[in-house]
């Protein structure tokens, strides 16, 4: 994946990547750093994920491993199986996604009207064989037996087909729009693809930049990479984040850094930017850029550190910014939030 965005592209695929670093002013004068976030939500699929799901389908097409009119199936919370879409429908191929049913209904809409099946399942551990990655996989298994044309598992957490998207798109991306000038990259992790991936490129370039965890409550990583056991305290509302266990794509890394956000630190700063910089994110984004301010304080004034601002806030209309739900989990929300509007003049 190329950093440099064609002026015409021969299909959406080739849209996927190439986005702008953004700096954060208030993050950014807070710490006397500059922090930049890296606008995944510009992506076609509208989040950081297509760049994985081009980079699983192409490495399946180059293995031989899918055949035109085949399905790919996933397990997602969302934004994965978006990207698969995305890419099947241009690709070929028909798209099965397993979502836990706790999901926003803005990305389970999303996933129908890009035209994927859907099948909503209960939100059980891991180690539950009704887990959604387990049920993907049964199914997968299941269509490649019955279907002639075929079934693939793209199995995101644990096809290091992920990582590579980041290794050789994301950080290469960053390094180049910064001219090297990088001291600290942090960001969250779902199936780590995106933190790992872009840690491995980075550190190739330059062993001193410093790596951060960004982790939310309801995650066993921060726990594992501070004291060595992987252990969940808490929840979150974020989407898409936090893992378990140490996935395919996890395997290998360690951060310099890690840290524990709790989502009133995130959401706080997820609607700061979108009233005061014009940035519309959801909560991940803003688990990643509490993560940001937390490195640059760490790493002192006159740094420069990146994240990831991974998708966009209207996938979470329903939740992130619907007063009553903030209320109900004891959330604060802003004034703004749900207030009528100003009678006009
Ligand atoms: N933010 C959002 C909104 C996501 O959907 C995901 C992926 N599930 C991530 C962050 C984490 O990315 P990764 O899987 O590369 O760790």
Redo the contacts with the bound molecule.
Sequence with gaps: MSNVRPTACPDVLGAIGGTPLIRLRRASEETGCTILGKAEFLNPGL???DR?ALSIVQDAEAHGLIRPGGTIVEG?????GIGLALVASVRGYRTLIVIPVTQSEEKKQTLRLAGARLVEVPAVPFSNPNNYVHVARRLAEKLAATEASGAFFAD??DNVA??RA?AEGTGPEIWEATGGRVDGFV???????????TAEALRARNPQVSIALSDPEGSALHAHYTTGTLKAEGSSI????G?GRITR?LEGFSPDHSFRIPDTEALGIVFGLMREEGLSL????G??VAGAIRLAKVLGPGHTVVT?L??GAA?YASKLFNPAFLAERGLPAPDWLGAAEEPLP
Excluded: M, P, W, Y
């Excluded at 960001?187 to 991936?197: D, E, K």
């Excluded at 959801?282 to 984004?285: A, D, M, T």
């Design positions: 989040s950081v994920k994985a997602t919370a969302g934004n994965t995101q957490f992920n990582r980041h960001c969250a992790a779902g199936t780590g693809g995106t933190l790992a991936g974020t989407e898409g984040i893992q794509n959801g909560g991940s984004s688990i990643n990831i991974c998708d996938r």
